[in-house]
């Protein structure tokens, strides 16, 4: 599965509850004695300190509801991500990814009017990678089951169960489908390097570097790095980041990142995190967020400096499945360089918390929080991107079948890119090797990965 290691500032972190008694100024003491009330009036109070939205909750809540309802009725209404559960099932439902390796989507096909299935990414030496599945490959059929408008809720449910299933690959072939042999595929432990690919592209001795980078974990840290280390070295003055299926991760790494891309010190804010009234605003510079790594490498400003490309803008490619950490790169580069952002609305994750559990010892209540506790800004103050980014220029990687690989000039968002970059000359052949084929998305698996995929995760400030 896709992982996030531990730090002060990161995805996916457990943070302990060092006082259950913490209550907030609108509580008010229920007179709760049996486990249900008083495994209610733990939330309520560990809410009433943290939540973002503590000043909207309720000063007299039913506490004889099960605590899943008695949760969700001191949720803010517009609260999406806030959640609650019990540790037995702590992690939530996997996706897609996490068991097999790979994205796909769902179109119905202009032509034939059939519903076909596309992989839209598969990460190396993965169950999906083993069992033949690349980018732009097609099937028709999930263990069997024909894909339709009726089986498509069923086929989803199926990919995402971690049970061994297979699929029906199909080609295009004088206007009609040709199944081919199904393959099958296990689970299994997924550890992608999401440093997927490093390139470049030149024109007119002016070269573009492109990173496919597909999640931000620290234990990578050293291979993005050498990513920038080799744009650095090929001098290009302008550079695409695809971050089109990054659904967040290390803010440690998001800041590394930053810091390559643009010019920072020390004391440059990277971010402003605001609470409830009783945690207010945090402040952070890159010096405090880059203490937060578990990773020595790029660790300091200076060393990022070593990396750092020179360039007057960048390009990052996004998504519906762009989300947490990936969007907090978009938005806090802002204010230090023009981004110039290509594809769709990411998923508007804007948003930062932690999870809350009780440390006494014996434990006396089971149930495990994940909270929004800070909305989050960039240095200048700007945010409210809870509807997702908007980027300068709609571009669905759907619009051109067969799908282009991965940082290919003539795949659709890169072409963008390039056309703004180099005007249409350098992306004139490839295009001419795609067909414009109509479709119509109806699911997007990457897009359910990253809609169960965390907020920005934070420590309890000190």
């Not at 500032?9 to 302990?16: A, E, R, T």
């Not at 790095?225 to 695809?242: G, M, R, S, T, Y």
Request: aromatic content about 12%; overall charge neutral; hydrophobic content about 40%.
């Amino acid at each position: 599965m896709r992982h996030c290691f531990r730090l002060l500032l990161v995805i996916n972190i457990v943070v302990v509850l060092f006082s259950t008694g913490c209550k907030s100024k609108n509580d008010v003491v229920a007179p709760v004695r049996d486990s249900l009330g008083k495994i209610n009036q733990w939330i309520y109070d560990s809410m009433g300190y943290y939540y973002y939205w503590s000043s909207t909750m309720p000063a007299q809540p039913d506490y004889s509801l099960a605590p899943q309802l008695f949760f969700t009725s001191l949720q803010h209404k517009d609260d999406r991500f806030s959640s609650i559960t019990n540790r037995a099932d702590i992690g939530g439902k996997k996706s897609t990814f996490s068991y097999y390796g790979f994205h796909y989507s769902i179109v119905r096909h202009s032509v034939s009017g059939a519903y076909i299935g596309v992989v839209t990414y598969a990460a190396a030496e993965t169950p999906a990678y083993r069992a033949g599945l690349r980018r732009g490959v097609y099937f028709t059929a999930v263990d069997d089951s024909t894909l339709s408008a009726e089986s498509i809720t069923w086929a989803n449910e199926r990919l995402s169960s971690g049970k061994t299933v297979g699929i029906t690959p199909a080609t295009w072939q004088n206007n009609a489908w040709v199944k081919e042999e199904p393959v099958s595929f296990a689970s299994s432990y997924i550890d992608e390097n999401p440093v997927v690919l490093t390139k470049y592209f030149s024109h007119n001795g002016v070269k573009t570097g492109y990173l496919f980078y597909n999640h931000f974990v620290e234990g990578y840290d050293v291979l993005l790095l050498d990513a920038f280390a080799k744009l650095k070295q090929e001098n290009v003055q302008e550079c695409i980041i695809d971050l089109r299926y990054n659904p967040g991760g290390s803010v440690a790494s998001c800041a590394k990142m930053l810091g390559m891309l643009t010019t920072v010190t020390e004391n440059s804010v990277f971010g402003i995190f605001v609470g409830n009234a009783g945690w207010g605003r945090q402040v952070y510079n890159m010096s405090r967020i880059l203490k937060t790594s578990t990773s020595a490498s790029g660790a300091t400003v200076p060393e990022l400096a070593a990396h750092r490309l020179n360039l007057k803008r960048v390009f990052i490619l996004t998504s519906r499945a762009t989300a947490s950490a990936a969007e907090l790169l978009v938005n806090n580069l802002k204010p230090y360089l023009p981004v110039v952002q290509l594809g769709d609305t990411t998923m508007g994750k804007d948003e930062a918390g932690f999870q809350v559990a009780d440390p006494r010892n014996p434990r006396q209540v089971e149930w495990v929080l994940q909270v929004i506790v800070y909305k989050l800004l960039n240095s200048a103050g700007n945010g409210s991107y809870h509807t997702g980014i908007v980027p300068a220029r709609l571009v669905s990687e759907l619009s051109a079948f067969p799908l282009a690989a991965i940082g290919a000039a003539d795949d659709p968002l890169i072409a963008e890119a390039l056309m703004q970059i180099y005007g249409s000359h350098t992306i004139e052949e490839g295009l001419l090797r795609r067909k414009k084929t109509p479709v119509y998305p109806v699911y997007v698996s990457s897009g359910a990965d990253a809609a169960g995929a965390p907020v920005v995760q934070i420590d309890r400030p000190h």
